[in-house]
């Protein structure tokens, strides 16, 4: 019989430490859970005032006061998004050069030095073997950078606990869902089938949720980041409460006394979350064109957020449902516990860490570093170790004192010819090695002056980055929207002007903006500082005629740009409608602001005839790029202008030239201004709406080999990288 043996699986997240302890049967197969913790944290650790560290510590403390570790086995998980997860078709090989093969893929998939990360991989599917071959093998790659795994143990390493397994957070949902849902056991020895209906475990936490799509055999991982958090500060915006007040109504949304207002003012997040689940769903369909997904099952106790369920369930046309009971494992002790059953959805990460430590699940990948397993073996084979060396010890001696014995009984003459070829040797050496070291810094030289020459290419292509990231992030009419002919119904900013202006700290553009009282036309996430260094102040001038009366008041006017080309600018990468990303704060795009706007009544461009070249192109009124030129038509005035300049900051324009009080541009090359504008034939002149508006934001360029998979908040937070961009 097999030796029986337990296990900690502990989850440390952003709301609480949640661990479970589950034994293994004499008989190798069966499980039993044996103990269970849940400690939230004082505070969320994301909260402005909340000191993560000494939260966690605080929480480690108190766990290790109430339960007794001793010889159990332990392992912890860490966030996906602090991660690289990536999953790799690899082609024909022979199976003894696989992890050749997958060493390569690393170095080109893994963003660092691999001697700065931690990494592991292992077969997830395919891989039958034909004429020595490995043919459709499918790799599971996992790496986390080495300090972030070490921040990650040092609570409880510190206390002089031993770490069996650190795992990522996603694999552990894999781990649940393999071992409790599909039933699958290890000791059937054989990889689970490939099954046509797929699931999805959506894991909420506090600032992010792990989606995970899989069949039982194959995987696939996505960061959406959005969590319980977002919720929380929409409350505080909407409706102006101090996040702690904000966290308790989002818990307690049907017992507040105007629930409708609750949950209207979270709606906005709603939306934003079914986008992206249903966006991430449709990428894995298209690559994934058979696959079915039977159900959605919802973990984290984020998930327990009062109509979403339904909501996720309504707008995803699929099955969801929460995470009620685990049934692959006994223990009423614990089972039955009412703590347990109301936090029961936090505890499929510490479950599906628990079973891999007790190596009852596929997954077998460790980030644990291998620096500390060769450790551990060192100090578990020490004894050993200690008498084979006092056994070297005494054959050295004895050794030496018989070589000395030799020694004595030679002359020096006899050596003397030996030590003047050392000598000569080392001397041509000495100077080969210095005739190497001139070669070398003259060939540095010359890198170096090629680096100057492409230096100014390099920028350029940023440049191209910029306009092509700004005109992707501007709002589309598509498919049938197309052929709306109403000007009030079309869905399109138009840019009048593009200004640049080349600072030396971007934060000063920030301050000035603060202290002439426009911090809460920030997004809320932007309002309190910007990032510090060399950059530019990016202006756009322009306006809309989307302000059809039919349509929602929420969604026209000042509403429409912050909804669309504000709201893209703050995204890490965006789809370019192709399945592309297109880099926006990868590219260090930042806090964006609109610092002026108004509304004016006009004549409908559609009536106008312009009576002179010029109107239109790419600068045109009409065209969804802005318009050059002045109208004689008062209610249009001049378009020209300059970009908004907030209190200490000035704008000299752009590269094109002056344009009104701020700087700008002129139109270009070929277009001449409008000299008169007519109303064709005896069409009725039409009048409608115009909101104009002048939005900036801060750019810091980043070039291509210095950015990130996820930004720089949520990979501080918890990394990242992320298994995927946004799509």
């Known amino acids: 019989m097999a030796e029986a043996r337990s296990a900690w ?134 790496a986390m950078k080495r300090d972030l795994i070490y921040q990650a143990m040092r609570p409880l390493t510190d206390r002089k606990v031993e770490i069996e397994l650190v795992q990522v957070a996603p694999l552990t949902l894999y781990n649940f869902l393999s071992f409790d849902v599909l039933g699958h056991r290890i000791s059937e020895g054989t990889d689970p089938p490939a099954r046509e209906e797929y699931y999805i475990m959506l894991d909420m936490g506090a600032d992010n949720t792990t989606l995970l799509v899989s069949n039982g055999r194959s995987i696939w991982i996505r960061n959406v980041p959005i969590g319980g958090n977002h919720f929380t500060r929409a409350l505080t915006r909407e409706m102006k409460l101090t996040f702690a007040k904000a966290e308790h109504l989002k818990c307690n949304a049907t017992k507040a006394p105007d629930p409708k207002a609750v949950f209207q003012a979270m709606r906005p997040v709603f939306n934003d979350y079914v986008t992206e689940i249903q966006r991430s769903i449709g990428y894995f369909g298209s690559v994934n064109r058979s696959a079915k997904i039977r159900r959605v099952i919802g973990v984290g106790n984020g998930f327990k957020m009062a109509g979403l369920q339904k909501f996720l369930q309504q707008n995803l046309q699929t099955e969801v449902v929460r995470l009620d009971e685990f049934r692959g494992v006994t223990g009423d002790g614990v089972l039955s516990d009412p703590l347990f059953i109301e936090n029961i959805m936090a505890f499929a990460v510490p479950y599906g860490l628990a079973l891999q430590t007790l190596k009852q699940t596929r997954i077998h990948t460790t980030l644990l570093p291998p620096e500390i397993v060769v450790d551990r073996k060192i100090r578990q084979k020490k004894p050993w170790a200690v008498g084979i060396a006092a056994g070297l010890l005494v054959a050295m001696g004895i050794s030496t004192f018989a070589s000395a014995r030799v020694l004595n009984s030679l002359s020096e003459e006899k050596f003397k010819p030996g030590h003047d070829a050392v000598a000569d040797l080392q001397s041509t050496v000495s100077g080969n090695q210095s005739s190497y ?67 030396e700290n971007v934060s000063a553009w920030h301050e000035a903006l603060v202290g002439a009282n426009k911090a809460e036309d920030f997004h809320a996430d932007d309002q309190e500082a910007a990032p510090d260094g060399l950059g530019y102040i990016i202006t756009l001038k322009g306006h809309h005629y989307y302000n059809n009366p039919d349509l929602d008041y929420e969604k ?96 000299e324009g752009s590269p094109m030239g002056p344009m009104g009080p ?66």
């Not at 052929?483 to 593009?498: A, G, H, N, W, Y």
């Not at 270009?668 to 709406?689: A, H, M, N, S, W």
């Open 662 to 727: 701020g700087g700008g541009g002129p139109a270009p090359r070929g277009l001449t201004p409008v000299d008169k504008i007519e109303v064709e034939g005896e069409q009725e002149t039409k009048i409608v709406k115009r909101t104009n508006f002048v939005l900036q934001f801060a750019w810091i360029p980043v070039a291509q080999a210095d950015r990130q998979d996820s930004p720089p908040g949520t990979e501080g937070a918890e990394g990242e990288a992320p298994a995927e961009t946004t799509e």
């Open 437 to 503: 070291d001139a070669q070398k810094a003259t060939h540095e030289a010359n890198k170096a002056a090629i680096e100057e020459l492409t230096a100014p290419l390099k920028k350029r292509e940023l440049w191209m980055e910029l306009l092509k990231a700004i005109n992707v992030c501007l709002p589309q009419d598509v498919g049938n929207e197309l052929d709306i002919s109403d000007i009030t119904l079309q869905k399109q900013l138009r840019i009048e002007s593009f200004v640049q202006k080349k600072v």
């Open 9 to 142: 699986g502990i989850d440390i997240g952003q709301a609480g430490l949640k661990a479970i302890r589950i034994r293994l049967g004499e008989d190798g197969e069966k499980v039993r859970a044996t103990a269970f913790d849940y400690i939230p944290h004082p505070k969320i650790l994301s909260q402005p005032d909340a000191i993560p560290e000494e939260l966690i510590k605080q929480s480690v403390e108190t766990f290790l006061s109430r339960n007794k570790i001793g010889n159990d086995l332990v392992g912890i998980s860490v966030p996906g998004q602090t991660s690289l997860a990536k999953f790799i078709k690899l082609p024909p090989v022979q199976p003894n050069r696989i992890a050749e093969i997958v060493r390569y893929e690393a170095k080109q998939q893994i963003p660092f030095d691999l001697d700065d990360v931690v990494w592991d991989y292992q077969p997830i599917g395919g891989g039958g073997e034909e004429s020595g071959f490995v043919l459709d093998a499918e790799v599971g790659l996992f």
């Open 556 to 651: 026209v006017g000042l509403n429409f740009v912050e909804d669309t080309l504000m709201h893209n600018l703050r995204q890490w990468t965006i789809d370019d409608g192709t399945g592309n990303a297109v880099p926006v704060g990868q590219l260090g795009i930042s806090h964006p602001i609109v610092v002026t706007h108004s509304n004016e009544d006009v004549i409908d461009p559609s009536t106008i005839k312009r009576t002179a070249a010029g109107a239109g192109g790419m600068y045109g009124m009409d065209s969804p790029y802005g318009g050059g030129g002045s109208y004689e038509t008062p209610a249009y005035g001049n378009d020209s202008g300059g970009a908004y300049s907030p209190p200490g900051i000035g704008y």
